[in-house]
């Protein structure tokens, strides 16, 4: 993980991935951390799966680790985001590089090379490890997507995603049978007072309120369904 300095500041964010938004080839934990890849002991791997985490993000600035449980291989394995619009599925033998194929999400491959608009560039050396852990820095106030390997900054990999104007979802995917991911740390810096205000109000909702019914402008109301998702945030490496 990011040293301690660069998460000052951070609270903890509870999302996991998303039961109903996955492949048909991708299988999940109970506690829905893990995520298990073409697990057909009976089929070799029919295409291209991946699978979306259940918060999406529209602003402030947000962390999270994927740790690679054994090595990766393959065609592709990835980690990213994109929107809820992102292709999750190609199946038909499409072994593809998922993450980026399109304008809907941005990708980084196992072998170093980011994808977005089905357009590809190098960036990093590949990661081959059994225990690799990427990190994810989305930091929506610059419009920058970074990422780590094994607590190391590899830079920025994409910018101007403060234009997109849609909440952005935390992204995997993977070609190769068997291929095992676990979601680790997940944090979040408060940044702006709207961001305070979307934090107090979710740790303040009681199950029973529906959130369409709050005295609030439609755009926070609409940004609290992504928020609650999740549950609450709390403290960490310091104070927000």
């Not at 399109?102 to 196992?110: A, T």
């Not at 995997?172 to 810096?189: D, H, K, N």
């Not at 755009?219 to 992504?226: F, I, K, P, R």
Request: hydrophobic fraction near 35%; charged fraction near 15%.
């Amino acid at each position: 993980m990011t040293s301690h300095a660069e998460l000052l500041g951070h609270t903890w964010e509870h999302w996991h991935w998303d039961v109903e938004g996955k492949s048909t080839a991708v299988q999940l934990s109970s506690c829905q951390q893990a995520v298990y890849f073409h697990t057909n002991m009976l089929m070799e791997s029919e295409g291209s799966a991946g699978v979306r985490g259940t918060k999406g993000f529209c602003s402030g600035e947000h962390y999270w680790e994927i740790e690679f449980i054994e090595p990766p291989y393959g065609t592709s394995v990835m980690v990213g985001l994109g929107t809820k619009q992102a292709l999750l599925h190609t199946g038909k033998m499409q072994f593809i590089n998922l993450l980026g194929m399109d304008g809907e999400s941005w990708g980084l491959s196992y072998k170093g090379s980011l994808w977005h608009d089905g357009k590809s560039r190098e960036y990093t050396e590949a990661f081959y490890d059994k225990s690799t852990v990427i990190g994810v820095l989305l930091d929506l106030n610059s419009g920058t997507l970074s990422f780590y390997c094994n607590g190391i900054s590899l830079g920025v990999a994409f910018s101007g995603l403060d234009k997109v104007g849609r909440p952005l979802y935390p992204l995997v995917s993977s070609t190769a049978p068997e291929t095992e991911l676990l979601l680790g740390l997940r944090t979040c810096r408060l940044t702006s007072l709207q961001d305070f205000c979307l934090h107090v109000i979710s740790k303040s909702l009681r199950p029973q309120v529906h959130i369409d019914s709050l005295p609030l402008p439609l755009s926070m109301c609409e940004q609290l369904h992504v928020t609650t998702n999740t549950g609450q945030h709390q403290t960490l490496f310091g104070q927000v």
